[in-house]
C-alpha cells in the first residue's frame, strides 16, 4: 500500500515539475532519484513483509486489495525494472516532446495501476488497475506530436483498448449476475457441473478483455501498429513492464476464482496460446524492422507467458515472475540499442560490431536472451514456464509446437546478430554512445546473465 | 457492434459509450435482483473512468483532426507496411 501512495504521489510531483521548470535534465534526474525512492519503499515493504511470516496478509479498501507476498514481491521487482528503465532510457524519453515531466508522471501513473493489479482481491480493483494503466499509455504513445505515426498510433490504440474495455466490463458484470459479488474468492463458488451460462460467457468475455491487453493472437491486431508507430522510449515501456503487469492480473484472476473450472476454459486458453505462439513468431519473420518485428516477437513472447495461466500450479507463478523480470530486462535493454540507431530496418545494424564492438556484444545477449539460448535469463524464464504446463500434464502437444516455435524465433533473432558481425556496412548511430550507456548496459546484460545463471533469485517468496 | 463496421472514429468512440452504458444498466439490474449495493457503486466508478476516458479519446481524436483534416479511421493504415 505504500507503495502505491509513493508511486501517485512521485506522478503529483512530476506534474507541478514540470510545470515549475523548463530544464530538461534536470527533471530527468529528479525522476531518476524519485524512482529510486520507490523502489527503496518497495524494498522496506517486501522486507516488512518477511518480518510478518505467519500473519494473514493485510487487506486494505473494505477488503479489496489483499496485498500478499507474492504481490508485494511482484511489485518490488516491477519497480527494479522500471527503475532500470528510466536509467537505461530516461533521457531518450527526454527527447521525445516538450512536456518532459508529464512523461515521468504518466510513467508513475501507469506504476500504480501495475501494484493495484499485482494485489487485487476484487473485480473492481481490476477494472480501476486495468484503466489507470490503459489511459496513460494512450497518451504516451501520441505523446511526439510532430509525428503522424505516432497520432495514428495512439488513436488506433485508444479505440481497440477501450473497446476491450468494454469487453471486460460486460464479462464483470456477467460474473456478477452468476454469483452476485465482485469479491475473486467468491468466484470459487461456481460449481464445475451445473455451470451458469451466464457464469461461462463471463468467463470467456474476460479472456477476450484480457486477451486483448496482453496482445493473444485473435486480439492482437493493434499490436504491431501501436507499438511501431509509438515514440521507441514508450514501447519499451508498453512491451514490457506494462505487459508483464496485465499478464499477472490475468494468472491471478484465473488461478485465485476459475482454478477448479479449468475443464471449461483450458480449451480456448490453449487455443489461443497456440495461435498466439504461430501469428507472433511467423510474422515476425517476415518484418523488415527491428522495431516491428520487436512488436510480433513480443506478441510471441506473451504466448509463452499464456502457459502460465494455462497451468495451474505453483510453478506457473514462478515462472511468470522470471519470465516478466528476464523478458523485461532483455527487452528494455534491447530498445535501448535501437534507439541510438538511425535506421531501425536490419540493414541498419549492418557493420555495428566494427563500429561499436561493446554495443554489438550487449545486443548478441539481449537477443540471446529472447531467443532462449542456455545461460540467458529467457531460457530460465521458458524452462520455468513450459514446465510447469508440463507437470499440469494436459496440453504436452502446446508444449512440443512452443519449442519448434522457440527455434523459429532463433532464426529472426539471429538475423541482426548476421547483420551486425557478418555485413558490411556502415551502422549510423544517432549520436556518440557515452560511457554512461555502456555502463548501463553493462549492468543490464549483467542482469540478464544473473536471471540466467540463478533465477532462485526472483523466486524469494 | 458498431465499433467494428463504422469508419467515423467518433461514431466508433460513441459505440464504445454505449457498450459501457450496456454493462451500467445490466449491473443496476443485478443490483437490484440481489438486493445488492455494491454494484451501483461500480456503476459510479464506470461512469468516472469513461469521463477519463472520454476526455483523453477526444484529444486524441483532435489531434489527429488538425493533422489530416479528418476522422475517417481508413486512413489509419498507413502504419501498415
Request: hydrophobic share 60%; aromatic share 12%.
Amino acid at each position: 500500500m505504500k507503495a502505491i501512495i509513493a508511486a501517485t504521489i512521485i506522478g503529483v510531483i512530476m506534474m507541478f515539475a514540470s510545470i515549475l521548470s523548463n530544464n530538461k535534465s534536470g527533471i530527468v534526474s529528479l525522476a531518476t532519484v524519485l524512482f529510486f525512492f520507490l523502489f527503496g519503499i518497495n524494498i522496506w515493504e517486501v522486507y516488512e513483509s518477511i518480518n510478518a511470516t505467519g500473519v494473514a496478509a493485510p487487506a486494505y479498501l473494505n477488503n479489496m486489495m489483499s496485498l500478499d507476498s507474492f504481490a508485494i514481491w511482484f511489485s518490488m521487482l516491477m519497480s527494479g525494472c522500471a527503475l532500470l528503465y528510466i536509467l537505461l532510457l530516461g533521457k531518450e524519453i527526454a527527447k521525445v516532446g516538450k512536456h518532459v515531466g508529464e512523461y515521468f508522471a504518466l510513467i508513475a501513473f501507469i506504476m500504480v495501476g501495475i501494484y493495484l493489479l499485482a494485489g487485487y482481491s476484487n473485480m473492481l480493483m481490476l477494472f480501476i488497475g486495468i484503466e489507470i494503466l490503459s489511459i496513460p499509455q494512450y497518451i504516451l504513445a501520441g505523446s511526439d506530436k510532430r509525428n503522424l505515426k505516432s497520432t495514428e498510433a495512439s488513436l488506433k490504440y485508444f479505440l481497440m483498448g477501450s473497446f476491450s474495455t468494454g469487453i471486460l466490463l460486460m464479462g464483470i458484470a456477467m460474473l456478477y449476475g452468476a454469483t452476485g459479488s465482485f469479491d475473486i474468492i467468491n468466484f470459487r463458488m461456481l460449481q464445475t457441473d451445473a455451470l451458469n451460462p451466464l457464469a461461462l460467457s463471463g468467463i470467456l468475455f474476460l479472456i477476450i478483455g484480457l486477451g486483448f491487453k496482453v496482445s493473444a493472437a485473435p486480439m492482437h491486431m493493434w499490436t504491431p501498429d501501436v507499438y511501431d508507430g509509438s515514440p521507441t522510449p514508450f514501447t519499451a515501456f508498453m512491451s514490457t513492464i506494462v505487459k508483464a503487469g496485465v499478464f499477472v492480473a490475468f494468472l491471478r484472476l484465473f488461478h485465485a476464482s476459475f482454478g477448479n473450472l479449468t475443464n471449461h476454459w483450458m480449451m480456448i486458453v490453449a487455443v489461443i496460446t497456440a495461435t498466439t505462439l504461430f501469428i507472433g513468431n511467423i510474422t515476425a519473420v517476415f518484418q523488415q524492422s527491428v522495431k516491428r518485428m520487436l512488436a510480433y516477437s513480443s506478441i510471441a513472447q506473451a504466448g509463452f507467458m499464456l502457459f502460465a495461466i494455462l497451468s495451474v500450479n505453483a510453478t506457473a507463478w514462478q515462472g511468470i515472475v522470471i519470465y516478466a523480470v528476464a523478458y523485461s530486462v532483455a527487452t528494455i535493454g534491447m530498445f535501448a540499442v535501437l534507439i541510438k540507431l538511425k535506421d531501425y530496418t536490419y540493414d541498419g545494424f549492418n557493420g555495428l560490431a566494427k563500429k561499436e564492438p561493446a554495443l554489438a556484444f550487449f545486443t548478441t545477449i539481449f537477443l540471446m536472451s529472447l531467443a532462449g539460448i542456455p545461460l540467458t535469463g529467457g531460457f530460465m524464464a521458458k524452462y520455468f514456464v513450459l514446465l510447469a504446463a508440463v507437470q499440469q500434464g494436459q496440453v504436452m502437444w502446446l508444449v512440443i509446437f512452443a519449442l519448434i516455435m522457440a527455434a523459429v524465433s532463433v532464426y529472426y533473432y539471429f538475423k541482426v546478430i548476421i547483420a551486425m558481425y557478418f555485413k558490411t556496412g556502415e551502422a549510423e548511430l544517432n549520436h556518440e554512445v557515452t560511457g554512461y550507456d555502456k555502463l548501463m548496459l553493462g549492468i543490464t546484460c549483467l542482469l540478464v546473465i544473473l536471471i540466467g545463471l540463478m533465477p532462485q533469485l526472483l523466486l524469494n517468496l | 457492434m458498431g465499433v467494428l463496421m463504422r469508419r467515423n472514429a467518433i461514431i466508433i468512440f460513441m459505440c464504445v459509450e454505449l457498450m459501457l452504458n450496456a454493462v451500467n444498466l445490466l449491473m443496476v439490474a443485478f443490483s437490484k435482483m440481489f438486493n445488492d449495493p455494491s454494484s451501483q457503486i461500480f456503476v459510479f466508478f464506470i461512469m468516472v473512468v469513461a469521463a477519463a476516458e472520454v476526455a483523453v479519446g477526444l484529444a486524441i481524436i483532435v489531434m489527429m483532426y488538425r493533422k489530416v483534416h479528418s476522422v475517417d479511421i481508413n486512413i489509419l493504415n498507413r502504419l501498415k507496411h
